[in-house]
């Protein structure tokens, strides 16, 4: 059954350094979403890609974050200098259309902390 | 800012009792999901409504969109230890686009 891969599973890292998150969707899906996660709360958007373009970034952290999908099909998330405030889960996501009403499939999820 | 209020936020209760999580906005969605979450896992869905009054079963879970298309409901029947999780509704605003998440329920199952 095809999955989202992410990667790595778990990182921990110390204040100001950098970070970086890998996600290869489901092959075919357009719709590609990065969340963060707080234990316990609802995912929050970061960022959303339509094929290699982006679509939604009006919550991400522009000062530090940064993310992109070059080809259309894998993205990297990137964060650096990463602070105290940035530990949670970083969930990625993605669907096979290009709306918003469409089943959503998650990976497992990078799980971020910093010291 | 539209939002998506979930309550209750926490649910400890005993197997074999009934429950029900709400999700309520003052915006429209033209579509509602439910997921769940197990502790260290991306969440999955449950299922989608999309017209106003509707109802699904998904054996022991039942759900309900509003007929205003804003609020919906989860009511799990005879919860067993296998339901513990992050219940979390997501919408598809009429007027953005976007997809909102919920807060989340987090439901514990005791045997």
């Known amino acids: 059954e095809a999955e989202v891969a992410q990667s790595p599973r778990y990182k921990i890292t110390e204040k100001s350094q950098a970070v970086a998150f890998w996600c290869d969707p489901i092959s075919g899906h357009a719709t590609l979403y990065w969340y963060r996660q707080i234990l316990g709360q609802g995912p929050e958007l970061l960022v959303q890609?339509?094929?290699?373009?982006?679509?939604?970034d009006s919550q991400l952290p522009k000062d530090r974050f940064s993310a992109e999908r070059l080809k259309g099909v894998d993205s990297t998330l990137k964060i650096q200098p990463a602070e105290l405030g940035d530990s949670a889960m970083y969930l990625c996501a993605s669907t096979r259309g290009r709306g918003n009403t469409g089943e959503l499939f998650f990976g497992e999820g990078s799980r971020l902390t910093v010291l | 800012t539209q939002l998506l209020e979930q309550s209750p936020q926490f649910l400890s209760i005993q197997e074999g009792e009934n429950l029900t999580v709400y999700c309520n906005s003052s915006?429209?969605?033209?579509?509602l999901q439910w997921y769940r979450q197990e502790p260290g896992e991306g969440p999955v869905l449950l299922v989608t409504v999309v017209t106003g009054g509707e109802v699904k079963k998904l054996k022991r879970l039942t759900f309900q969109f509003g007929d205003a298309r804003k609020d919906s409901s989860l009511h799990i029947t005879a919860a067993q230890p296998g339901d513990t999780g992050l219940y979390l509704c997501a919408g598809s605003s009429s007027n953005t686009g976007k997809l909102i998440f919920g807060q989340g329920t987090t439901l514990q199952v005791k045997p």
């Open positions: 890609f339509q094929d290699e373009s982006v679509v939604d």
């Open positions: 915006s429209v969605f033209s579509s």
